[in-house]
Nanobody, 123 residues
Framework: QVQLVESGGGLVQAGGSLRLSCAAS????????MAWFRQNPGKEREFVAL????????YYADSVRGRFTISRDNAKNTVYLQMNSLKPEDTAVYYC????????????????WGQGTQVTVSS
């Protein structure tokens, strides 16, 4: 079992930055690929970024590549999402997720989810 708790969301102006954190419980954090997704009401959950368990491989949605950076600290059981040059269309609830299934963008491939943190970008 892995429990995930996101933090760091908030209200920011367009062009600003936020860093999201996701703290994981359990001793096997280093075995999981970790991802960030986001979702708005009435819309499907959207893949944002993924970092493999070995840290060396990362993947990004086209809409955030070059602006967002995913990273992890396995010693602290934490994954981060640094978000720069934020746009109003980045507004969403952001979720972190854990997978052992080699999933990337398909949310059904993730085993554990956090409760989400709201990010609101004002224009």
């Amino acid at each position: 079992q892995v429990q995930l708790v996101e933090s760091g969301g908030g209200l920011v102006q367009a062009g600003g930055s936020l860093r999201l954190s996701c703290a994981a419980s359990g001793r096997t954090f280093g075995r999981y690929d970790m991802a960030w997704f986001r979702q708005n009401p009435g819309k499907e959950r959207e893949f944002v970024a993924l970092i493999r368990w070995n840290i060396h491989n990362t993947y990004y949605a086209d809409s955030v590549r070059g602006r967002f950076t995913i990273s992890r600290d396995n010693a602290k059981n934490t994954v981060y999402l640094q978000m720069n040059s934020l746009k109003p269309e980045d507004t969403a609830v952001y979720y972190c997720a854990a997978s052992t299934n080699r999933a990337v963008a398909d949310s059904s491939g993730y085993d554990y989810w956090g409760q989400g943190t709201q990010v609101t970008v004002s224009s």
